[in-house]
């Protein structure tokens, strides 16, 4: 009996890569440690990786803040260089400073999709699946608003974190086949 349960759980354990360009105040930087230590994962710069380590890894996260309406160009380059991937699933995160009075609630998480949609473009180009997707604001003094104090002041929170921590168990979940 006890070899059977070992055998029904040896299944290989999804490898997982948080990779993360976070560079103003830390923002997306925060939310990517999270995740990855939920999923067990090591978090890298596209500047630290090669498309090649990539395909040592059967579940990648790809995340940044969003400049101009998209991820940080460093993490697009990196997508455009990406070999075709087979059956790797991935998933995408970003902070972002818009204020909460242009966009809340369900409008928020659609800015969050549209403003991912290059990214999520390359990669299922790439024949990445893409699992699932996160957002939540960040402090913001890029331009005029350092002028201000910046917007969204402590963004990301603990409310923000534990969303973060809540999606990466939800991504280990799907990566795993235990939830569709």
Avoid: W
Wanted: aromatic residues 10%; proline residues 4%.
């Amino acid at each position: 009996m006890e070899e059977k349960r070992n055998e029904v759980n040896d299944s290989l354990p999804v490898k997982s890569l948080v990779v993360v360009f976070s560079y103003h105040h830390k923002n997306t930087e925060k939310v990517a440690s999270v995740i990855a230590k939920v999923l067990d994962a090591p978090v890298k710069t596209p500047q630290q990786v090669t498309p090649e380590e990539l395909q040592e890894y059967s579940l990648i996260g790809f995340g940044s803040g969003i400049y101009s309406a998209e991820h940080h160009k460093s993490l697009l380059d990196l997508a455009d260089k990406l070999p075709q991937a087979g059956n790797k699933k991935a998933f995408i995160f970003s902070t972002c400073g818009v204020p909460a009075f242009v966009y809340d609630g369900e409008r928020f998480r659609e800015f969050v999709l549209k403003n991912h949609l290059p990214l999520r473009e390359k990669l299922v180009s790439r024949g990445y699946t893409i699992i699932d997707e996160f957002g939540c604001r960040g402090f913001n003094t890029n331009s005029f608003l350092k002028y201000f104090g910046g917007l969204n002041k402590g963004r990301p929170d603990a409310e923000d974190l534990k969303h973060a921590e809540q999606f990466a168990l939800n991504v280990k979940a799907m990566a795993e086949g235990n939830r569709s």
